[in-house]
């Protein structure tokens, strides 16, 4: 069970909530870099991956926040960092307007974080290089806004009798697009192809730099004005939650960083969430089926894999529309953070436990410290 979390400095909360390990799972795993000579061993490295999860969400049992952000750049993770603890607030200071009208709510806010990141004397110089994706997920009774710039996915499983197939609920912004191409080139940037199989991956050059791997993000501020935005391309569903199990319907949300995506497809994924009963275990599964691909594909190679897994429904209509905030600002309710840390300083406070057997007990904070340990590429 994962207790609410606070979230920034001077903020606690004052109640729990629980989130059911059979309804929501949420899994990291840091990637490996390899080293370069004779004899090098592959060591780990900084996660710039986030998630988040936050249920109940702005006053009730019967909205939902999940987000996934990866960071990517020198020190990537301190602007998925700072997004995922932004966002949740930011979204709840206006929460009328969030109800009202998710899709300008979520659009604006996003768009307003990537100015804010860009003008920030703290994180200012650091986001001209760096940047993070973002797929922002809300759900509302039986609706969702999916708002996704950049390529970390969002996939719902549909069941229909005895197969479960994958519906994409966000596209993936790769350069190559027509339509992203098409806006950067207008703008000055130049987009290189995909190689065989899409390795490597398309880019966008900036006056020979940059060679960012998608084309909407956060941050990135030497891409911008170069046809890279921070636009969120938002899609809404209504919801169809199957009844049971096994009934038809509506089964789960998968949203997940391209940790997961790189080698496994979105039918791919369904196929494995779809055998398991506990979203806790399904989120299991589907890492290490993604440390496996990694490893096969790339050798001592791995990026950053950050998974969350819901089984639907996981709303409840508890008539709790007044249900009690934190006043203070700095904390959202039943809200859970992967990998929080204090992007000021860098040091991880952090007190999420690794998934596997090797690495139970360990806090990201010494997953973390472990950049200068060899890594057992068998794990």
């Known amino acids: 069970m994962h207790k609410a979390t606070e979230v920034g400095q001077g903020g606690s909360l004052d109640m729990e909530t629980p989130f ?11 990637g490996i870099a390899p080293q370069r000579g004779s004899g090098a061993i592959a060591k780990a490295k900084i996660n710039q991956d986030r998630g988040v999860v936050c249920w109940p969400f702005n006053g009730t049992h019967n909205q939902a926040l999940l987000a996934v952000f990866d960071g990517h750049g020198l020190n ?3 602007i998925s960092e700072w997004c995922a603890a932004e966002i949740p607030l930011r979204l709840e200071s206006e929460g009328a307007e969030l109800l009202n009208n998710p899709s300008d709510a979520l659009a604006k806010h996003i768009v307003a974080m990537d100015k804010t990141l860009l003008s920030s004397p703290d994180l200012g110089a650091t986001a001209r290089g760096a940047g993070t994706t973002s797929n922002v997920l809300y759900f509302k009774e039986d609706k969702l806004w999916i708002a996704c710039s950049g390529d970390s996915r969002a996939i719902m499983g549909q069941r229909s009798g005895d197969k479960v197939k994958a519906f994409d609920l966000s596209k993936d912004h790769k350069p190559d ?3 992203e191409k098409r806006r950067i080139e207008k703008k000055g940037g130049v987009v290189s192809a995909a190689g065989p199989n899409g390795l490597p991956p398309s880019r966008v050059w900036v006056n020979g730099r940059v060679g960012l ?24 569903v209504t919801l169809n939650p199957a009844k049971s199990m096994s009934a038809d319907g509506d089964a789960f949300v998968v949203v997940a960083s ?3 995506w790189e080698f496994i497809s979105s039918q791919q994924a369904c196929d494995v969430v779809a055998g398991h009963t ?3 275990e399904a989120c299991d599964e589907l890492v290490r089926l993604a440390e496996q691909r990694w490893k096969e594909e790339e050798g ?9 897994v819901v089984f639907l429904p996981f709303l409840e209509d508890r008539g709790d529309e007044h249900l009690a905030r934190i ?3 700095h904390a959202v309710a039943g809200s859970n953070f992967m990998q929080k840390s204090d992007v000021a300083t860098g040091e991880s406070n952090t007190s999420m436990e690794a998934a596997d057997e090797k690495e139970e007990g360990e806090s990201f904070v010494k997953r973390r410290l472990s950049i200068a340990q060899p890594v057992d590429l068998d794990a």
Do not use: N
């Not at 059911?20 to 840091?30: A, W």
């Not at 791997?213 to 809404?236: C, F, N, Q, T």
């Not at 001592?300 to 969350?308: A, L």
């Open 300 to 308: 001592s190679y791995r990026d950053d894999i950050t998974c969350i």
């Open 213 to 236: 791997a998608m084309s909407r993000s956060l941050g990135d501020g030497e891409a911008k004005g170069h046809g890279v935005i921070p636009d969120p391309e938002i899609k809404v």
């Open 177 to 179: 697009l027509p339509e």
């Open 258 to 260: 391209d940790g997961i």
């Open 327 to 329: 006043s203070s600002g």
């Open 76 to 78: 990537g993770e301190r």
């Open 20 to 30: 059911d390990d059979e309804r929501i799972g949420m899994l990291t795993r840091h």
């Open 278 to 280: 506990s979203a806790r």
